[in-house]
């Protein structure tokens, strides 16, 4: 007999040093003698990005029947998103140590006159809060210096890293487009 073949004898000859425990329903079964450590007790951090949005802040539209994507060159608008974030133990310590949510607002116009702006809004995470609703600062199109035309606004997040002595990486990106602004002329409401 060779070696390989005596070597596979006598493992099977051998008594299994693993035994399944069947644990609670929902929970992944142990191997007893050989697990070390959990793989399964923080879980893993996500986040979805949700309600892209934009509106203007003027009480005189052009037309009141205008939806709140048509705002005049001089009107102020603010752009927004919602992040929510999955809840495990993990997630529940990054919210506590008070993780930065940074998102970019992407503003890409149509056309010959096309500008293209970049708006940026930042929130801290809190403890016990998995859902944040994340706006710029209030801002008209004249200031960044937005010609009247149609504007597809996305939203870029980056989350992370956390804002204590304990500092992490980055830990997440994520991507939502499209909304349409359009901008008109001031004075012609």
């Not at 996500?46 to 892209?52: A, I, M, Y």
């Not at 403890?127 to 801002?139: A, F, L």
């Not at 960044?144 to 996305?154: A, D, V």
């Not at 992370?160 to 349409?180: A, D, F, M, Q």
């Amino acid at each position: 007999m060779s070696n390989l073949m005596q070597e596979m004898a006598a493992k099977a000859a051998r008594p299994q040093q693993q035994q399944r425990v069947i644990g609670v329903p929902g929970q992944p079964d142990e191997l007893t003698l050989t697990e070390t450590r959990s793989q399964t007790i923080v879980g893993p951090v996500t986040f979805k990005l949700s309600n892209l949005d934009v509106r203007g802040l003027g009480n005189n539209p052009a037309d009141p029947a205008n939806s709140q994507y048509i705002i005049a060159e001089d009107e102020y608008f603010i752009a927004s998103v919602d992040v929510e974030f999955n809840k495990t133990p993990l997630t529940e310590l990054l919210m506590c140590l008070g993780t930065r949510i940074n998102i970019s607002f992407g503003l890409e116009g149509y056309g010959i006159r096309a500008a293209e702006v970049d708006l940026s809004a930042t929130k801290l995470t809190e403890k016990g809060v998995y859902v944040y609703h994340v706006e710029t600062m209030p801002t008209r199109p004249s200031d960044q210096g937005m010609p009247f035309g149609l504007y597809g606004i996305g939203a870029v997040a980056t989350v992370g890293p956390v804002e204590n002595p304990c500092t992490t990486k980055i830990w997440g990106h994520g991507y939502i487009e499209r909304v349409l602004l359009q901008v008109y002329p001031a004075g012609q409401e």
